[in-house]
């Protein structure tokens, strides 16, 4: 290929993975701008009824992660899994389209769509797998290629469906196009994803459901679920940060933050292979410090940003450091588990959850103190102190998971 492209996304299983993760992120990117809007406005949940929703779905996706990486694993194939997760998504979906009332909405966030979220973690759990035997820099070089496909479907998707529904009465019809995007998933898993022989894989994967949860929970992963849940809880306290900074201390408006948005996302799909291209010289631990250190720079920066064009002279650090941040962490997350793919890409499910409950607590915290602005510098710290934490970890085992 070309010195562009890199030859391990000549793979077939990543190369169909990577096409499959798209759809999987188109599905989310419909949806997931215009959630509160459906869920509240327009089928009446209370705010706080949708806050609890919001966060139990979160729960039982971590459950369902774990759960479905660990049956997989004793499988020793991901394409049974993945084939199921995709037909929750089209349910879930479609059940919120087709019946619009605030008990379906519930039933759907609460079930299918946690469980569709599952297939997040498979997918790069069948990737990983097809892995096998590549030196440490292609399977990096291939985790990044998987993971920058979900943001090249946030470059593209939200902006797309806003202005096809931009004259319509109602937010619903994306969640019809969700549910044929988990569709078009579907195909991808079943024809284009190669098949692999499961047997000798699965001889050496006899977890139970129990013991797969305690060694999730255990304190070796949990020390280091947390530095990473630090570091990239830094992206869920942006997302919250940007739009009330943007239209209130930067004096912007709500346009402003799809701009933003879209041009922050373009960056991550470059700048994703470029730091890939990067660790292969340094490590990734090294790269992810110089990453957090850099997105640090900006959430700090934008503390003090007070007119528009502040906002938009960050995108460029933040596309750098967001890069960084939403791809080293799915190896090394993976690589606690090394033995067991499904189970240790379940861990990105398990830091998702932990990172938007260290954000939701930041957030908080610095809001009742401190303010918007105030919360974007205590959310670098955030960022600062995770990195300081997996490096304090990496020390003793740096030759196993540099």
Same mark, same amino acid.
């Given at each position: 290929?070309?010195?562009l492209?890199?030859?391990?996304f000549?793979?077939?299983?990543?190369r @169909?993975s990577m096409?499959?993760?798209?759809?999987f !992120?188109?599905a989310?990117a419909?949806?997931?701008?215009?959630?509160?809007v459906v869920?509240?406005r327009e089928?009446?949940?209370?705010d706080?009824? %949708?806050?609890?929703?919001t966060?139990?779905?979160?729960a039982?996706?971590v459950?369902v992660?774990?759960?479905l990486?660990?049956?997989?694993?004793?499988?020793?194939?991901y394409?049974s899994a993945m084939?199921?997760?995709?037909i929750?998504g089209i349910?879930?979906?479609?059940?919120?389209?087709?019946?619009?009332?605030?008990?379906?909405?519930?039933?759907?966030?609460?079930?299918?769509?946690?469980?569709?979220g599952?297939l997040?973690?498979?997918?790069?759990?069948?990737a990983?797998?097809?892995?096998?035997?590549?030196?440490?820099?292609?399977v +990096?070089t291939?985790n990044?290629?998987?993971r920058?496909?979900?943001?090249?479907?946030?470059?593209?998707?939200?902006?797309?469906?806003g202005?096809v529904?931009?004259?319509a009465?109602s937010? =619903?019809?994306?969640?019809l196009?969700a549910?044929?995007?988990c569709?078009l998933?579907q195909?991808?898993?079943?024809?284009?994803?190669?098949?692999?022989a499961a047997?000798?894989?699965?001889?050496t994967?006899h977890l139970? %459901?129990?013991?797969?949860?305690?060694?999730?929970i255990?304190?070796?992963?949990?020390?280091?679920?947390?530095?990473?849940?630090?570091?990239?809880?830094?992206?869920?306290?942006?997302?919250?940060l =940007?739009?009330?900074?943007?239209?209130?201390?930067?004096?912007?408006? &709500?346009?402003d933050?799809?701009?933003?948005v879209?041009?922050?996302?373009?960056l991550?799909?470059?700048?994703?292979?470029?730091?890939?291209?990067?660790a292969r010289?340094?490590g990734?631990?090294? *790269? &992810?410090?110089?990453?957090? +250190?850099?997105y640090?720079?900006f959430?700090?920066?934008?503390?003090f940003?007070?007119? $528009?064009?502040h906002?938009y002279?960050l995108t460029l $650090?933040?596309?750098?450091?967001?890069? @960084?941040i939403?791809?080293?962490?799915i190896?090394?997350?993976?690589?606690?588990?090394?033995?067991?793919p499904?189970l240790?890409?379940?861990?990105?499910?398990?830091n998702?959850?932990a990172?938007a409950?260290?954000g939701?607590?930041?957030?908080?915290?610095?809001? *009742?103190?401190?303010?918007y602005?105030g919360?974007?510098?205590l959310?670098a710290v955030? !960022?600062l102190?995770g990195?300081?934490?997996l490096?304090?970890?990496?020390?003793?085992?740096?030759?196993? *998971?540099?």
């Amino acid at each position: 290929m070309s010195r562009l492209f890199p030859d391990v996304f000549r793979h077939p299983a990543i190369r @169909a993975s990577m096409m499959a993760i798209f759809t999987f !992120g188109m599905a989310g990117a419909m949806t997931a701008p215009y959630r509160s809007v459906v869920g509240i406005r327009e089928l009446g949940l209370s705010d706080s009824l %949708y806050s609890v929703l919001t966060f139990a779905s979160a729960a039982v996706n971590v459950v369902v992660s774990v759960l479905l990486g660990n049956l997989a694993d004793r499988l020793g194939e991901y394409r049974s899994a993945m084939i199921g997760a995709c037909i929750f998504g089209i349910l879930g979906y479609g059940m919120v389209y087709a019946f619009p009332t605030a008990a379906v909405f519930v039933i759907s966030a609460l079930l299918p769509l946690p469980i569709y979220g599952a297939l997040n973690s498979l997918l790069f759990a069948n990737a990983r797998a097809a892995m096998q035997g590549m030196n440490r820099s292609a399977v +990096v070089t291939a985790n990044s290629g998987v993971r920058a496909m979900i943001s090249l479907s946030w470059v593209l998707i939200p902006g797309v469906t806003g202005l096809v529904l931009s004259g319509a009465s109602s937010m =619903l019809p994306a969640y019809l196009f969700a549910s044929i995007s988990c569709l078009l998933c579907q195909g991808l898993i079943v024809f284009a994803l190669p098949r692999h022989a499961a047997t000798e894989m699965a001889a050496t994967h006899h977890l139970t %459901y129990l013991g797969a949860l305690r060694q999730v929970i255990s304190p070796r992963i949990s020390a280091h679920v947390c530095g990473v849940a630090l570091v990239t809880s830094t992206l869920h306290l942006n997302d919250a940060l =940007l739009p009330l900074i943007a239209t209130g201390a930067a004096h912007g408006r &709500l346009s402003d933050v799809g701009i933003l948005v879209g041009i922050v996302a373009l960056l991550e799909v470059v700048f994703i292979i470029v730091w890939s291209r990067i660790a292969r010289k340094t490590g990734q631990m090294t *790269a &992810l410090a110089a990453g957090t +250190v850099v997105y640090a720079a900006f959430l700090g920066l934008l503390g003090f940003a007070s007119e $528009p064009w502040h906002l938009y002279a960050l995108t460029l $650090p933040a596309g750098i450091g967001a890069a @960084a941040i939403i791809s080293f962490p799915i190896t090394y997350l993976q690589d606690l588990i090394a033995d067991r793919p499904g189970l240790g890409s379940a861990l990105i499910s398990v830091n998702i959850f932990a990172s938007a409950g260290i954000g939701a607590l930041v957030f908080a915290a610095g809001t *009742a103190t401190t303010g918007y602005s105030g919360t974007a510098v205590l959310s670098a710290v955030t !960022g600062l102190l995770g990195i300081a934490i997996l490096g304090l970890l990496q020390r003793p085992t740096a030759d196993r *998971a540099g």
